[in-house]
């Protein structure tokens, strides 16, 4: 039986902008929104003069504050810092942290740059567990049209170039090399960091030990809104005001930040049911984007406290590791942001001229971990008939061969399903006789990468069953599934599934979609769930399996369409 081989396309190793996903046109977003109410949205922009003027104010009043009696009374017995007990009576900053300062810095800004790429391809959040338009809580994108057939990638929206990486529409498999490959690398220095903190007695000046801060810190905020500032004491304690927001930072919102980078691993939320029913996919993503707000508040009130409270002497104590106004930390510093404006400007033409190497790269940094979150087997159970969403996005290239067009007018009376390859027993098969296989049913959730969830209940047969049907040969450690469609540059669309993950429970072939037959923008009339993927690993309108003994032989050799053409990950449980 003919394998479908010959109807791959290889892909490219560049990615030319105006041919990317097949020619994919820009499209503008709006500037961001959150809903209030209903069916309200404010405008974000608005902050700006709003927060302006809440800060003229601000700066009156505590003007006014100051003057009174009681209030001075208040600064003078709180100042600002208050020095911790087991105090080093060497005070400073060793040079490991400002060498691993600068590191958390140069990484971060390819974390954030790839973290709002990646929002960019599902401009949209929400609290609730399923993405229905409408119930979104951010976005920064129009409305959902009220075309039928609106797919999660037409919703994606531009960037410009410097600001995303790498900059341009629908790149999220480049993206999340970048986001997933440097976040291990950030990781890795942040427990570096939380060791030597420990180890040297550093933790002291990040960590409150008297209820003494909090009213510290409010003398503090308010001696800097009156523009009469308190005393600087950073070389040998931190003010209260600093405390608060550097232990926040690092030891709230960074071990936050991965908590819900996990919490959107299609892997971890089917097999750990009891958090996942907490920290659903969606939650876990408006908690990642609201700890990305967090950062970027306090990197930049950070760098302005920086700059305008002694700027020199600011630097040497954390690039120079000394108390004094020279420039050398100046100097350091200066050195330091123009490795970090050449990574910077350098990451968006690197990405387009080399990304098999950001793809190979990025395999080699997450993949290990993303190899051992893949054999969490999932199981049935998590979800009921009250689960299922109301709106479930439709996605992907919808074919439109002369081959598909007459099978769905002949409402598949002529589909077969062809079964071939490493099988001791290559089968065709048309719908009748797949349902006449043993049914499976199933209530589950999707993941896309791109970001969307919903969930459905999908009967069909599971991969066992046809597994147990066509005896696979010991040779045979992957399952191929072709489609009926095309990708985006033309060329069938297929993936590749490690044989292992067939049997488990929640893997099948779906012929039915909440109670009703597939319908042709949710794969008509056979599609692919693996519970622990992706959804661009879910093929739609299948038309073939082949048991093989490894891809690499097939189209680019990279384990699937979008691996071969927009250089996603043959393994995504991330």
């Given at each position: 039986?003919?394998?479908?081989?010959?109807?791959?396309?290889?892909?490219?190793?560049?990615?030319?902008?105006?041919?990317?996903?097949?020619?994919?046109?820009?499209?503008?977003?709006?500037?961001?929104?959150?809903?209030?109410?209903?069916?309200?949205?404010?405008?974000?922009?608005?902050?700006?003069?709003?927060?302006?003027?809440?800060?003229?104010?601000?700066?009156?009043?505590?003007?006014?504050?100051?003057?009174?009696?009681?209030?001075?009374?208040?600064?003078?017995?709180?100042?600002?810092?208050?020095?911790?007990?087991?105090?080093?009576?060497?005070?400073?900053?060793?040079?490991?942290?400002?060498?691993?300062?600068?590191?958390?810095?140069?990484?971060?800004?390819?974390?954030?740059?790839?973290?709002?790429?990646?929002?960019?391809?599902?401009?949209?959040?929400?609290?609730?567990?399923?993405?229905?338009?409408?119930?979104?809580?951010?976005?920064?994108?129009?409305?959902?049209?009220?075309?039928?057939?609106?797919?999660?990638?037409?919703?994606?929206?531009?960037?410009?170039?410097?600001?995303?990486?790498?900059?341009?529409?629908?790149?999220?498999?480049?993206?999340?090399?970048w986001h997933l490959g440097i976040?291990?690398?950030?990781?890795?220095?942040?427990?570096?960091?939380?060791?030597?903190?420990f180890a040297t007695g550093q933790w002291r000046r990040l960590v409150p030990t008297s209820w003494d801060v909090f009213p510290n810190a409010g003398s503090v905020l308010i001696q800097y809104l009156s523009l009469n500032?308190?005393?600087?004491?950073?070389?040998?304690?931190?003010?209260?005001?600093?405390?608060?927001?550097?232990?926040?930072?690092?030891?709230?919102?960074?071990?936050?930040?991965?908590?819900?980078?996990?919490?959107?691993?299609?892997?971890?939320?089917?097999?750990?049911?009891?958090?996942?029913?907490v920290l659903s996919i969606q939650t876990a993503r408006s908690l990642h984007f609201l700890v990305l707000v967090w950062f970027l508040l306090f990197i930049v009130i950070h760098v302005t406290l920086v700059f305008t409270t002694?700027?020199?002497?600011?630097?040497?104590?954390?690039?120079?590791?000394?108390?004094?106004?020279?420039?050398?930390?100046?100097?350091?510093?200066?050195?330091?942001?123009?490795?970090?404006?050449?990574?910077?400007?350098?990451?968006?033409?690197?990405?387009?001229?080399?990304?098999?190497?950001?793809?190979?790269?990025?395999?080699?940094?997450?993949g290990p971990a993303q190899r051992l979150f893949e054999h969490l087997d999932s199981t049935p159970?998590?979800?009921?008939?009250?689960?299922?969403?109301?709106?479930?996005w439709h996605n992907g290239q919808y074919p439109d061969s002369p081959e598909y067009q007459a099978l769905l007018q002949g409402n598949f009376a002529d589909y077969r399903l062809r079964i071939n390859g490493l099988v001791d027993n290559p089968v065709d098969l048309d719908l009748a006789q797949l349902r006449a296989l043993a049914p499976h049913e199933q209530i589950t959730q999707h993941f896309c990468i791109q970001g969307w969830s919903g969930i459905a209940k999908w009967g069909g047969v599971s991969m066992q069953t046809i597994m147990d049907l066509v005896t696979p040969q010991p040779e045979a450690k992957w399952v191929v599934f072709y489609s009926l469609g095309d990708g985006p540059d033309k060329g069938i669309y297929y993936d590749a599934h490690p044989i292992e993950q067939m049997s488990y429970h929640l893997t099948m072939l779906a012929y039915d979609m909440n109670g009703q037959p597939l319908s042709f923008g949710h794969g008509a009339p056979l599609r692919l769930r693996n519970e622990t993927q992706l959804g661009f690993k879910q093929v739609k309108w299948i038309k073939g399996v082949e048991f093989v003994a490894h891809y690499s032989q097939l189209g680019g050799g990279y384990g699937g369409y979008n691996q071969d053409h927009e250089f996603f990950g043959y393994r995504q449980s991330i």
């Open positions: 039986m003919q394998s479908f081989r010959s109807q791959l396309t290889t892909g490219e190793d560049v990615v030319d902008p105006v041919t990317w996903a097949g020619s994919v046109p820009q499209a503008h977003g709006i500037a961001p929104r959150v809903r209030y109410g209903r069916s309200r949205w404010f405008n974000l922009l608005w902050l700006l003069p709003i927060g302006f003027v809440v800060l003229i104010v601000a700066v009156a009043a505590a003007k006014g504050l100051r003057a009174t009696p009681s209030v001075a009374r208040f600064i003078e017995r709180y100042p600002g810092t208050a020095e911790a007990a087991g105090s080093d009576p060497n005070p400073g900053l060793p040079l490991w942290v400002g060498a691993q300062h600068f590191l958390n810095l140069f990484l971060m800004i390819f974390i954030i740059r790839s973290g709002v790429q990646i929002l960019s391809d599902h401009p949209r959040l929400y609290w609730t567990r399923h993405s229905t338009p409408g119930k979104d809580w951010f976005r920064i994108q129009k409305p959902v049209p009220a075309d039928p057939l609106w797919t999660a990638k037409q919703d994606s929206i531009s960037l410009p170039g410097q600001v995303g990486l790498p900059g341009i529409r629908h790149s999220i498999g480049l993206a999340r090399w976040d291990t690398m950030w990781l890795l220095n942040g427990l570096v960091f939380y060791v030597l903190l500032w308190p005393t600087e004491t950073g070389w040998a304690a931190y003010n209260g005001l600093q405390l608060i927001a550097y232990f926040i930072t690092v030891f709230l919102a960074a071990p936050l930040a991965v908590i819900t980078g996990l919490g959107m691993s299609p892997a971890l939320s089917t097999r750990f049911k009891r958090i996942s029913k002694g700027l020199l002497r600011n630097l040497n104590h954390i690039y120079a590791g000394r108390n004094d106004g020279s420039w050398v930390g100046f100097g350091v510093f200066a050195a330091s942001m123009v490795v970090v404006i050449v990574g910077w400007v350098a990451a968006t033409p690197f990405t387009l001229r080399h990304p098999r190497v950001v793809q190979q790269v990025g395999f080699a940094l997450i159970g998590e979800y009921t008939d009250k689960d299922i969403s109301p709106y479930f």
